[in-house]
């Protein structure tokens, strides 16, 4: 089976990538700036988290509307799984900030368009849970769970990454322009593990959201297994 | 500040190792998970069969 080779050959490379990144990303130079000092490798593991959450939960944009087009149950669950996966990278993404931003600006949070942004996408996907958690038919809440996910996605992006950039000034940096993907904005020598990384936490989300998947599947069919009998 | 010293390759290293430990982890809770598969989809083919029979 070719495809068991290449199942392999992802997460090796994921695997190296990400001890690239780790290696790199504590040992490499970075620029010598005030305040942030060496907390500046934050940004290889704080921002991937946010990267990776962004791409799982835009995986799961796609996901739900596959399944308002086809009503296969099958989307559905992989729906569910990347949001329970890209809850896990955005509560890491939170807290990580958070202790960055406690020994950096000298407080847990501030009062700031992209932190509360962020605060308030998170939210947003948390009641998916609670909207799935409160209905028992599985197409009708197939239905009504991608159709509030459709807009969750719309609402996160938009909290996260737009309106950050039109509130005025922020304390977090990348709210002007392109962060760190535009050139001339992140310093050259930290680019060298800052797209490793994103690439390497990104692969690495995707892997944890088709284990919760395959898991999920696995749940269904027993249960599944389990009416049949009755 | 910005060279390293103090030994912080070392830290590197734990950090490196501990990610190395968990990556491995999850390869092990796949491997349970393919058998898994395998086992439930044989008890799905055993369900028809029986049906078929009825």
Redesign the interface.
């Given at each position: 089976m070719p495809n068991k080779t290449w199942n392999y050959t992802w997460?090796i490379f994921?695997?190296v990538l990400?001890?690239y990144v780790?290696?790199g990303g504590?040992?490499f130079?970075?620029?010598?700036l005030p305040v942030i000092?060496?907390t500046i490798r934050n940004i290889y593991f704080h921002v991937g988290m946010w990267f990776s959450m962004i791409f799982i939960l835009f995986v799961g944009f796609l996901f739900s509307l596959a399944y308002l087009r086809t009503f296969d149950l099958k989307y559905d669950r992989m729906a569910f799984a990347t949001v329970k996966t890209g809850l896990i990278f955005g509560f890491l993404g939170i807290i990580t900030g958070m202790i960055w931003a406690q020994n950096t600006w000298g407080t847990y949070w501030v009062n700031d368009p992209k932190l509360n942004g962020a605060a308030v996408g998170i939210l947003v996907y948390l009641a998916y849970l609670i909207l799935r958690a409160s209905l028992d038919d599985p197409e009708k809440r197939g239905r009504l769970a991608a159709v509030y996910k459709i807009f969750a996605f719309v609402i996160m992006f938009v909290f996260i990454m737009i309106l950050p950039r039109i509130s005025g000034p922020s304390i977090h940096p990348g709210v002007d322009g392109n962060p760190a993907l535009a050139t001339g904005d992140l310093d050259p020598m930290m680019r060298r593990v800052f797209f490793p990384a994103i690439l390497g936490w990104i692969l690495f989300s995707w892997?944890?959201y088709t284990?919760v998947e395959?898991?999920d599947?696995?749940n269904q069919?027993?249960n599944q297994?389990n009416a049949?009998q009755l | 500040m910005t060279e390293i010293h103090g030994k912080i390759y070392v830290v590197a290293m734990v950090l490196a190792i501990i990610f190395a430990g968990l990556a491995i982890f999850l390869f092990y809770i796949e491997r349970k998970l393919d058998r898994m598969e395998k086992k439930i989809n044989e008890m799905e083919e055993e369900r028809e069969s029986e049906k078929v029979r009825k």
């Open positions: 997460k994921t695997i990400m001890l780790i290696l504590l040992l130079e970075v620029p010598a000092h060496q892997w944890i284990v395959r898991k599947k696995i069919k027993i297994l049949d | -």
